[in-house]
């Protein structure tokens, strides 16, 4: 009954292929994110959705399109994929409010670009 | 832009030492500082600090923040192996839904037997 659990956690493919990877969280949270971190561990955010509505675009390529069908899920499709996409992309959700953004993280997806 | 620094970028001690893990930040609209640790795969949450002065403790670990130096520390006593991960200092910018982190870089720290 893992809180944010993220398929895959590994995936190797060829440059210039699409691939998907999918998000679930069981925490009731209202706010997903999905992060990217680099070969030197900086984690950055690339977007965030609130109750399925886009709230944070970062510069991110438009090959990155996340979608969420419902507050509990959230995607991350990689068109056209690069090398330079080689990353682990953690996914997080939270309940934003007076209280805090405290995020609760997914174990992560590795993606390797060959 | 906003900006999250983490000194050291990584410590390498010895079982039963004490160490101090600093983050230091520029941002506009500060809500509050988080600090997360990471093994090896997802980062999980140890405090979040929104006032100053005031100390958060867990176990060994303890944080507390200067808003007036822009600055936290992380202190752990008693250091063991277990220890060892790459902790995150994050601070939080904006509120509600449009509430948002800014991870620093990280620092890395090995605790030797």
């Known amino acids: 009954d893992t809180a944010v659990s993220q398929t895959p956690k590994y995936l190797v493919t060829q440059m210039g292929n699409d691939k998907s990877i999918k998000c679930e969280q069981n925490l009731g949270h209202d706010t997903m994110y999905w992060y990217k971190q680099d070969s030197k561990k900086f984690l950055k955010i690339m977007f965030s959705y609130n109750n399925k509505e886009l709230i944070i675009n970062e510069t991110v390529p438009n090959r990155f399109s996340p979608k969420s069908p419902d507050k509990a899920h959230l995607n991350l499709h990689i068109n056209s994929l690069e090398l330079g996409d080689s990353a682990v992309y953690f996914c997080?959700?939270?309940?934003?409010?007076?209280?805090?953004?405290?995020?609760?993280f997914g174990a992560g997806t590795r993606l390797s670009v060959l | 832009e906003d900006k999250v620094v983490q000194s050291p970028l990584s410590l390498v001690v010895h079982e039963g030492d004490t160490v101090t893990l600093n983050c230091s930040y520029e941002?506009?609209?500060?809500?509050?500082l988080l600090w997360y640790k990471q093994e090896k795969k997802a980062p999980t949450f140890l405090f979040m600090l929104t006032s100053s002065g005031i100390e958060k403790k867990s176990g060994r670990l303890s944080s507390i923040l200067d808003k007036k130096e822009l600055s936290s520390i992380l202190n752990i006593t008693a250091t063991q192996t277990g220890d060892s991960a790459i902790y995150l200092c994050?601070?939080?910018?904006?509120?509600?839904?449009?509430?948002?982190?800014?991870f620093g870089k990280g620092i890395t720290l090995s605790v030797r037997p």
């Open positions: 994050a601070v939080e910018k904006g509120t509600g839904a449009n509430s948002k982190l800014t």
């Open positions: 997080a959700s939270s309940h934003p409010g007076l209280a805090g953004n405290i995020q609760y």
């Open positions: 941002v506009t609209n500060f809500r509050s």
